[in-house]
């Protein structure tokens, strides 16, 4: 974003268009992505497993798959102890420079809740799915919003509906739900015939 | 000595310019604002539970009534999400209906935000020439599946309903009506002084901070970065199409308005080309089992609305009812840099950049 | 009415002043029914709509029954106000508005008082109704109500400096403060009004008077974008009439002050159009700048509160002190 035009760009079509071609080369966010033929999923997931394994924690990540029908996403499952270091990790390594928290979603799986990150990298568009398990009594996941901002409103709804905590959160209240709301909606047992409904 | 006191603003949840029941508490001294704490909520109706009970056609008249004012995009992003899941193939036709009522109802949403915008200024004209030209294209829509603003029209797999005759003429024509009225806004609008004076340099941020709090859209291009899902991430047929993508690069509420309306002359151009190319015949729905009941797993789609990336995660355990649906709202997502920006600004501001955020509120408490 | 108030005050004559005053407030009243009327027709043509159609016919009786629906409202004073400034309020703002009518000459005969002080009279008077609207805002109890009547405070205060000072190149040009003069020292042929010759003073006085009406694009102590409605939040049913019947008297009054002090009053455009009579000329005109004032409504965004300050002191009293100099070295230079 070095180069910035001294006027407003947009005020007509063809104007816009010899600017959209012009942001092609000046902006560092959209950079061609060289393919290499060994790069398919698979071979950059495995990768990616092992540098984590590597830099992180050799029992870092529990599961990596790809998610064929979601075009390909790399998915991972972290461990929670190591996740504040992972999405570190992920943050900064060049490769991933994941700078983009597209989706934050929590999940009652049952006997355990996980939160789901989808995390991409507007420069080298590589994406990637995380799941972050935690136990359903006390449950609790280090917050991502000191590296992500837009995790904070995120993690207040799935605090809220989920109930899960996020230590290092700056401002953990209910987003959606009334202060004084009794219970977590989203959880499976959640009983809605609730008096105050 | 004098002193002088911090003054408690509620603004909402019953504000004129909060769009909907959204409320934002401001400490103000003077006119000034020193925080500002958003407090949402209040349309809550917990569509992602009720989404649990319900099977997945059943789930797209819910999507009409997160964001009333884009309801087309939201039917699109759950049953592509769907789609995806299942690996159904969907006609062309049906495709291409869906595109033209998307591309349409950018439009309209972008005409919505237009006036409520000038209205939050102070102008009250725009509003009402907004709103005429938006019902030509409510018009199209009643006569395609007879609703006005929630319209339920989209299936897993294709459309509900097949272009009545003449339709496509209608869409066509629409083009070039709008064109025209659009040079006319520009004229009333865009040159103002005192329009300008009110949001030029206004709720400016970088593209840092904008990636940061992860805006999309107009919120997000207004920064200079080329992040359009249609472009970045083709879906639908959008690769078909020759359009531009609009970008800016001041980050400021005049720029976000420019990009808006910019978007209206590229969906234009969309709709120009996706009516000549439409397919003479077809099919309107493809080959979906009578139960939809997409395998376990999950998936997330997203698509580009009219407010930036909307998103649809669905966990899946191979029942007809979704395990765990969850929509990434943009108007949620990208009202949270709001706090950031209102800092030092004046109460007058607070109107002028909440505007250009462009929020429905149905979306944000979902 | 003139020989009237010369004599001293009796009884007689204090009920003649009272008759004329009830028939013209009537007057006022009707005028201020139909500018409302006039103004929603304006501005629906401008906006594609049709305006009030309903209320008999073609809606001409929509702001009759608006004010008599807003008479027979429940009458709710807050219970935090301050009752008695609450009370107050609205009266304060409406009786100056009303009383700056009197030194408006509409023809050579017809006029209620020939004030040798007249413009000073109306500039002192309808200052006065900012206290109205302070007050009202402030005793609402209520925060809304408070930045607008704030804003009003320092918007009114502002702009009364360039609207009088804008003006002391007409009074230069005619010598006297007087209104029936100022319309006097004007001809019969448009380029004899002061319109032309004290182009500057014109252009700052109608900026500054649409400030003074608090209308769009000035509009901020009621900016219901931002302030709900303003001053004004917390009143409803008749004392909510009184502050919408100031304002409009204050179109009125603005209307007709423009009309004088420019517009050269009764006198024709061109000398041949004498034989019109001299209230129809004057109240055509009086008309257009209704509708000038209505038109802005519809066409223009509300300016910023800092903007509006930074450009009352910066560029409105520069300009109308500009216009002093210029009229003062004509005079002297020209015309002596």
Redesign the interface.
């Known amino acids: 974003m070095s180069d910035k035009p001294e006027e407003t760009p947009i005020t007509h079509a063809t104007e816009s268009s010899e600017h959209a071609e012009q942001v092609e080369q000046d902006n560092d966010y959209v950079t061609e992505r060289t393919e290499q033929v060994e790069d398919t999923p698979q071979a950059r997931l495995d990768r990616l497993v092992e540098q984590l394994k590597h830099d992180i924690a050799e029992g870092a990540v529990e599961e990596a798959v790809i998610n064929e029908v979601n075009g390909h996403l790399p998915t991972i499952t972290v461990k929670k102890g190591h996740w504040l270091a992972a999405a570190h990790w992920l943050q900064v390594n060049k490769d991933w420079s994941c700078d983009y928290l597209r989706n934050l979603a929590g999940v009652d799986l049952g006997d355990e809740l996980e939160v789901v990150y989808h995390l991409i990298s507007l420069q080298t568009r590589r994406e990637i799915a995380v799941h972050v398990k935690t136990e359903r009594e006390q449950p609790s996941i280090p917050s991502v919003t000191p590296l992500w901002p837009t995790a904070n409103w995120n993690e207040r709804e799935v605090y809220d509906l989920l109930g899960i905590d996020f230590p290092g959160h700056p401002d953990l209240r209910r987003i959606m739900m009334p202060d004084d709301w009794v219970g977590h909606p989203l959880r499976k047992d959640y009983d809605p015939s609730d008096s105050e409904v | 000595m004098i002193r002088t006191e911090e003054?408690l603003?509620n603004v909402g949840p019953q504000?004129?310019?909060t769009h909907g029941v959204f409320r934002i508490v401001l400490k103000l001294d003077g006119?000034v604002i020193k925080e500002a704490t958003p407090v949402?909520?209040y349309l809550?109706r917990?569509t992602?539970?009720l989404a649990e009970q319900l099977n997945y056609t059943q789930i797209i008249p819910y999507t009409d009534r997160m964001d009333y004012v884009s309801a087309m995009t939201n039917n699109y992003v759950l049953v592509h999400a769907v789609e995806?899941?299942m690996?159904i193939e969907v006609p062309e036709r049906a495709e291409f209906m869906r595109l033209i009522v998307m591309e349409l109802q950018r439009v309209a949403s972008h005409l919505v935000w237009w006036g409520t915008y000038?209205?939050?200024?102070?102008?009250?004209?725009p509003f009402?020439?907004a709103f005429?030209d938006r019902e030509v294209i409510i018009d199209l829509f009643n006569e395609l599946c007879g609703a006005r603003l929630t319209y339920n029209y989209m299936r897993v797999g294709g459309v509900k309903w097949d272009a009545p005759s003449g339709w496509i003429d209608k869409v066509r024509d629409f083009v070039p009506y709008m064109r025209k009225r659009l040079k006319e806004y520009d004229k009333?609008v865009s040159g103002?002084e005192?329009?300008l004076?009110?949001i030029k340099g206004v709720g400016k941020y970088?593209?840092q901070t904008a990636?940061?709090?992860?805006?999309s859209g107009a919120n997000l291009r207004c920064?200079?970065?080329?992040?359009d899902l249609r472009k970045?991430e083709p879906y639908s047929l959008y690769e078909r199409f020759d359009f531009?993508?609009?970008?800016?690069?001041?980050g400021d509420c005049?720029?976000r308005y420019?990009?808006r309306?910019?978007e209206i002359?590229?969906s234009l151009?969309i709709l120009e080309q996706a009516v000549e190319q439409f397919p003479s015949g077809g099919e309107t729905m493809g080959k979906v089992p009578r139960v939809i009941r997409p395998p376990a797993?999950?998936?997330?789609?997203?698509i580009e609305s009219p407010r930036g990336?909307i998103?649809c995660?669905i966990?899946s355990k191979g029942k007809a009812e979704p395990?765990?649906l969850?929509f990434?709202r943009p108007s949620?997502?990208n009202?949270?840099i709001l706090p950031e920006l209102l800092v030092g600004q004046?109460?007058?501001?607070?109107?002028t950049i909440l505007g250009g955020v462009d929020i429905v509120v149905g979306e944000v408490?979902? | 009415m003139n020989e009237l108030i010369q004599q001293t005050l009796t009884w007689q004559n204090g009920l003649i002043f009272l008759g004329w005053a009830i028939v013209f407030l009537f007057i006022v009243l009707g005028f201020v029914t139909y500018a409302i009327y006039f103004e929603r027709k304006v501005i629906g043509w401008m906006q594609f709509r049709h305006g009030p159609t309903r209320v008999g016919p073609l809606g001409l009786l929509q702001s009759v029954a608006d004010v008599l629906k807003l008479l027979i409202k429940e009458d709710t004073i807050p219970q935090k106000a301050d009752r008695t400034l609450f009370i107050l309020a609205p009266i304060i703002t409406f009786v100056p508005a009303f009383a700056v009518l009197a030194v408006i000459p509409y023809t050579p005969s017809l006029y209620f008082a020939d004030l040798n002080v007249g413009l000073l009279y109306y500039a002192a008077l309808s200052s006065l109704s900012t206290i109205g609207i302070i007050l009202g805002g402030w005793a609402s109890n209520n925060k809304y109500s408070l930045i607008g009547g704030m804003r009003s405070a320092a918007q009114m205060i502002s702009y009364e400096i360039p609207l009088v000072i804008s003006v002391v190149g007409v009074v230069m040009l005619s010598g006297g403060l007087s209104l029936r003069r100022i319309v006097e020292g004007q001809g019969s042929n448009f380029w004899e009004w002061n319109l032309l010759p004290q182009i500057i003073g014109f252009v700052v006085f109608m900026i500054a008077a649409v400030s003074e009406l608090n209308r769009t694009p000035f509009d901020l102590p009621e900016a219901e974008s931002e302030l709900v409605a303003g001053y004004h939040v917390e009143y409803s049913g008749f004392r909510f009439a009184f502050f919408m019947l100031a304002e409009y008297v204050y179109v009125f009054a603005i209307a007709s002050l423009t009309t004088v002090l420019f517009l050269g009053g009764w006198h024709p455009p061109l000398a041949i159009l004498d034989f019109i009579p001299g209230l129809l000329w004057f109240m055509l005109k009086f008309v257009c700048v209704v509708f000038f004032l209505f038109w802005l409504r519809a066409t223009m965004p509300r300016i910023r509160v800092d903007q509006l300050m930074s450009f009352g002191w910066k560029v409105l009293l520069p300009l109308a002190l500009i216009n002093i100099f210029v009229t003062a070295a004509y005079i002297e230079l020209v015309v002596k």
């Not at chain 2, 004046?346 to 109107?351: A, E, K, R, V, Y």
């Open positions: 003054l603003l504000h004129p310019s006119e949402m909520g809550h917990g992602e539970k995806k899941m690996s000038l209205l939050d200024i102070g102008a009250m004209s009402l020439y005429r009333l103002n005192i329009f004076a009110r970088d593209a990636i940061a709090y992860g805006l920064t200079g970065v080329n992040w970045q531009d993508v609009p970008l800016s690069f001041n005049y720029d420019l990009l309306i910019e002359v590229q151009r797993g999950e998936v997330y789609a997203r990336e998103g995660y966990v395990y765990r969850k990434r949620f997502v009202l949270q004046s109460m007058t501001n607070l109107i408490d979902c």
